[in-house]
């Protein structure tokens, strides 16, 4: 079956860096997205990596692994309206998007 | 960029009534619209994958007569809900791909909150 892992809840402070990983299996893959949801909104686009290695934009990075099965949202200079969930989507062999169930980010001052 | 937009934001509906929600691609042309649904604390389910002019395909699990979709051009798409009951309140939000590239991400309207009573 198609999975994948990320983890449920972290915490971090404000003005630090945090690391959320994410792994997966999937039936092919056509790249990988990283998207920041607020509480009772949609989703907005953050990335995506479709080749190994870092890319970064402003105060967050996206790495990918496709021999690993893994990458992560790498946030920056954290600021409190980064509290939100980070979910993680991988493009399967049919073009499916492939969810993770997302990782809320709590940030304290 | 990219921009979906979703009506309504909320609704609240009497058990037994119908709902239809409405997602536009505003500048762009969206040949296929994906539909979730999201419940408190979870991630985004896929519902259905609508595609212009054929019908909707749905995921194992998801009636087809209850959930009805609608992708009638390539600017709109509509998800009604038929005799809605408690257990459809949820978080319900379409999503488009912006053919200019996959590396744009996949455009989210704003969602729809139903609140069924």
């Known amino acids: 079956g198609q999975n994948i892992d990320q983890p449920t809840e972290m915490t971090a402070t404000e003005g630090a860096i945090v690391q959320i990983n994410c792994t997966y299996q999937?039936?092919?893959?056509?790249?990988l997205f990283w998207y920041q949801q607020h509480a009772g909104e949609a989703p907005t686009f953050l990335s995506y990596n479709v080749l190994d290695g870092l890319e970064e934009k402003g105060r967050f990075s996206s790495f990918l692994s496709r021999s690993k099965g893994y990458s992560y949202l790498l946030l920056k200079e954290l600021q409190m309206k980064d509290s939100a969930s980070y979910l993680c989507a991988v493009l399967d062999s049919n073009y499916q998007l492939i969810w993770g169930a997302g990782t809320k980010l709590i940030i304290k001052p | 960029g990219a921009v979906v937009s979703q009506h309504p934001s909320w609704v609240i509906c009497k058990s037994g009534t119908s709902v239809k929600i409405e997602c536009r691609s505003l500048?762009?042309?969206?040949?296929?619209m994906f539909w979730y649904r999201q419940f408190p604390k979870q991630s985004l389910m896929l519902m259905a994958t609508?595609?212009?002019?054929?019908?909707?395909?749905?995921e194992q699990g998801v009636e087809k007569d209850k959930f009805l979709i609608n992708h009638a051009s390539l600017t709109l798409s509509t998800l009604t809900v038929t005799s809605a009951h408690p257990e459809d309140s949820s978080f319900y939000i379409c999503?488009?791909?912006?053919?200019?590239?996959?590396?744009?991400?996949?455009?989210f309207g704003s969602g729809t909150r139903l609140t069924v009573v």
């Open positions: 500048d762009f042309q969206a040949t296929t």
């Open positions: 609508s595609n212009e002019g054929s019908k909707a395909t749905y």
């Open positions: 999937t039936s092919g893959f056509n790249g």
């Open positions: 999503s488009a791909r912006d053919l200019e590239g996959i590396g744009n991400g996949y455009t």
